[in-house]
């Protein structure tokens, strides 16, 4: 079946600007989950989705970011005021439950000029 | 401290060796395990679970030790496509994160011919 999707795949974007990344979980996944990966770094956890539960949001940076995730399924983490900081690999990942590893999706390389 | 630690390496070895990884984590109420391995600039990929009894599948053993808090990964007969980073994933069981995936740095394997 279908995997983690995410969009874009790439993205340039200037200092200052917001940007909106999306995550499609694999249908069925009850638990989503955002991370970052700077080039050579580790993975970074930003949030996560389980279920009706309040969300972990205890990686989030800064409050430029956030996240929601609508319906249960697709989510969209948010960048306002970009930074250069903020260039890395974004990561979604979702997993049925309790159960059973995290499907990533391949990624949105940000790039912030 | 941190939730999973792993020796980053690099780990470089030659074709045909045995080679064995090795983590720790920190919170007794973690319930699941996986090893997952990256490719360079590619998303993870689940590797395999770790269950209490330890399990193979093909040239890969994990081992897991509660008692201990420790998770290892033996890969024997090590081939050229092996090289990339593996990294030590551990599910929270309980308490407000119930359910997080929590990642190692990982540790990085570079077969040589």
């Known amino acids: 079946g279908a995997g983690v999707s995410q969009s874009p795949s790439n993205k340039v974007t200037e200092k200052g600007k917001d940007v909106e990344l999306r995550c499609d979980p694999i249908s069925g996944h009850t638990a989503l989950y955002w991370y970052r990966q700077s080039l050579g770094q580790g993975l970074e956890f930003l949030i996560y989705f389980q279920g009706n539960s309040a969300p972990d949001k205890s990686g989030l940076p800064s409050d430029r970011f956030s996240a929601e995730r609508t319906g249960g399924s697709v989510s969209t983490l948010t960048i306002q005021r970009t930074q250069q900081e903020d260039s890395a690999v974004y990561l979604c990942?979702?997993?049925?439950?309790?159960?059973?590893?995290?499907?990533f999706g391949p990624g949105t390389r940000l790039l912030v000029l | 401290r941190k939730e999973v630690e792993q020796d980053p390496g690099p780990f470089n070895v030659p074709e045909g060796a045995t080679v064995a990884f090795n983590c720790t984590y920190s919170?007794?109420?973690?319930?699941?395990f996986f090893w997952y391995r990256q490719d360079c600039r590619k998303e993870p990929k689940l590797l395999m679970s770790v269950y209490s009894s330890g399990n193979e599948d093909g040239r890969f053993t994990a081992q897991l030790n509660r008692a201990s808090q420790y998770i290892s990964l033996l890969i024997r007969d090590s081939k050229l496509s092996d090289s990339a980073t593996y990294l030590c994933v551990v599910r929270r069981g309980g308490g407000s994160t119930l359910g997080r995936l929590y990642f190692g740095r990982g540790t990085q394997l570079t077969v040589w011919p």
């Open positions: 990942a979702s997993s049925f439950g309790l159960a059973g590893g995290g499907g």
């Open positions: 919170n007794s109420a973690s319930q699941s």
